[in-house]
């Protein structure tokens, strides 16, 4: 499997606090990455890191053998990276065609393509989700399931080659979450991405990931397989506590 | 090179790797063409009636001609500017002063006047990326009061105190009636033509990327919109716009006065005529701009001096009891809309 996205030695620091510390990992193409680590560990300003929205003080990140670590968002968009927010941070203004027909638009460059391709672009996406028929409401009129929907169709309308998936479960029913961990598989094998992939769900990662970066206090504590991770002893220490398996 | 077709309902224009489609739709003309009709047959009648009606229907094009760019900078870079007047003024001291140190006519300063307006938003374009929310409402409050000021300091130049007199004007057809019919129809002109650049501009792919730049910046850098680029053409480009509204004034009048255009109570109309429209309903600036010009009229014939207070009065009950505006009234009952509206939440 190639190198799709090299982290080299990451360090970012908020006044006195050490967020992300000397961190480094790969991600391959095709793979489902998971990444946990307790609250506060620097999740998400790895993501943040990686996306472009915050500068690493130190470190580099390359993707596809490109350095990108002075980037800005929306070039790191048009190489291939694209993400899903914490919180769903929909346009509330927009509808849900014209939201997803924006990020065709600007995402990866297409050749020949006009606003009324673009839009008949983003009727294919929001069908994906199963957003279809809610394709004309406002997206503030959306439920929360609908939101983390459209920001998933939002995301892969950018067509990206790397997808960041900050904790879609959060906040969804177990229907619904069986749901999105099916529509995220079948993202991944029709769009061909690869899925970097935060959750605090383990039951999830251990079905979907191919390999889990567990991380601490900005550094990193194990990597490997699921089953490696959740039976390394400093993960368990720091993160899962003993006997998880019982309420996971 | 640039490839141009029409196919069935719609032009398609080609240009390297680029697409562009026009859809050419006739059904959705009637409306716009009885406004315009409307628009176009006013200034005759008013002719007739009395010449201080055409002069009125002149101001209300031209606050409309100034609310219409507005609201576009408004949307483009989702931020509120509460100086749009400087442009005013520096488009018509461009125009003023080159008029009176060269003689120039009006053609000759229009391009000048532009070119400077757009230098003038240029340099103080970094204020949409470096300053949001309160600060930049702060900042671009202050720069029609600096600009005033410095007219003053600079009398010997701006005419600060005074204002400038002796500018060549719009027109000299020996007729003072038919020079008023005329320039009516050149603001007329002026005005429709904002109103549809502005409309194409707006419901082309770059007011859908606008769009999402003023609800959400930071999501809109993230899939993929340049905003600082997006941000700053629009400021720019609406600037110029604004701007020739200032040179229309310098030459209508055959003078220009700071005290005028750079003051609290002219913004203020400005303000009024785009919120009463409907928060940057292009449509509704023209609604707008009648109506204060209108309402202006009607308030210096009953209140007299207590005008200036009563103005603002207006703006706040209105605010309230129409949050979304004339147009908006119109636009929920017949809802029909294929794309969203745009609102401004900033």
Not at chain 2, 312 to 325: S, T
Request: charged share 15%; aromatic share 12%.
């Amino acid at each position: 499997m190639a190198k799709l996205l090299k982290v080299s030695n990451i360090t970012k620091t908020f006044g006195g606090i050490v967020a992300v510390n000397n961190l480094s990992f790969d991600i391959h193409e095709g793979e489902t990455v998971g990444f946990i680590g307790p609250n506060g560990a620097g999740k998400s300003t790895v993501v943040n890191v990686l996306s472009g929205y915050l500068d690493a003080d130190s470190g580099q990140v390359e993707m596809n053998g490109v350095n990108i670590t002075n980037m800005k968002p929306h070039q790191r968009a048009h190489m291939g990276l694209a993400r899903t927010y914490q919180i769903p941070r929909p346009f509330p203004e927009l509808t849900a065609l014209a939201s997803v027909a924006t990020s065709a638009l600007c995402g990866k460059k297409r050749v020949n393509q006009s606003f009324e391709d673009a839009m008949v672009e983003a009727t294919h996406y929001l069908e994906f989700v199963g957003l279809f028929s809610k394709r004309a409401i406002l997206a503030r009129d959306l439920t929360f399931y609908e939101l983390r929907m459209l920001e998933l169709a939002r995301s892969l309308a950018t067509t990206p080659k790397l997808l960041f998936i900050d904790e879609v479960m959060a906040g969804l029913n177990p229907g619904e979450a069986r749901d999105a961990i099916q529509l995220i598989a079948r993202a991944k094998e029709q769009f061909g991405i690869t899925i970097f992939w935060i959750e605090h769900v383990m039951a999830v990662l251990m079905e979907s990931a191919d390999r889990i970066i567990a991380i601490n206090y900005g550094e990193k504590l194990a990597e490997g397989t699921p089953d490696e991770v959740v039976n390394n002893e400093a993960v368990i220490e720091a993160y899962l506590g003993r006997g998880w398996k019982a309420y996971a | 090179m640039v490839d141009i077709e029409l196919k069935r309902d719609r032009v398609t224009i080609r240009l390297k790797d680029k697409k562009w489609e026009w859809i050419i739709e006739p059904r959705y003309w009637r409306n716009s063409i009885i406004w315009v009709a409307l628009l176009l047959v006013f200034p005759a009648v008013a002719y007739f009636i009395s010449p201080g009606l055409i002069n009125a229907m002149i101001s209300a094009n031209l606050l409309a001609a100034i609310a219409i760019p507005m609201s576009l900078m408004t949307l483009g870079t989702g931020r509120v500017n509460f100086g749009p007047n400087f442009f005013v003024g520096v488009g018509g001291y461009a125009a003023a002063l080159l008029s009176i140190a060269y003689g120039w006519g009006p053609l000759a300063t229009l391009p000048f006047a532009i070119l400077i307006t757009l230098f003038a938003a240029l340099i103080f374009s970094p204020l949409v990326i470096v300053a949001r929310g309160l600060y930049y409402v702060l900042l671009s409050l202050l720069l029609p009061f600096v600009f005033f000021e410095v007219t003053i300091i600079y009398t010997d130049i701006f005419k600060g105190d005074t204002g400038l007199f002796g500018i060549k004007p719009l027109l000299d057809l020996g007729n003072a009636r038919i020079n008023f019919l005329v320039i009516a129809y050149i603001s007329i002109v002026i005005m429709v033509l904002f109103l549809w650049i502005i409309n194409k501009v707006v419901k082309s792919r770059y007011g859908l990327i606008m769009a999402a730049i003023n609800d959400d910046e930071e999501v809109a850098h993230g899939i993929g919109v340049n905003i600082n680029k997006v941000k700053i053409l629009s400021f720019v480009f609406s600037a110029g716009m604004i701007g020739v509204a200032g040179w229309f004034y310098a030459h209508y009048f055959s003078s220009f006065a700071g005290q005028t255009y750079l003051t609290f109570t002219f913004m203020l109309k400005i303000f009024l005529a785009m919120m009463i429209g409907g928060r940057t309903q292009i449509f509704g600036c023209v609604v707008g701009g009648y109506f204060v010009t209108f309402l202006e009229m009607i308030l210096i014939r009953t209140m007299g001096p207590i005008q200036p207070v009563v103005f603002p009065i207006i703006l706040i009950i209105l605010l309230f009891a129409l949050p979304e505006g004339l147009f908006g009234i119109y636009r929920k009952r017949r809802y029909r809309e294929y794309f969203p509206t745009i609102h401004v939440r900033r």
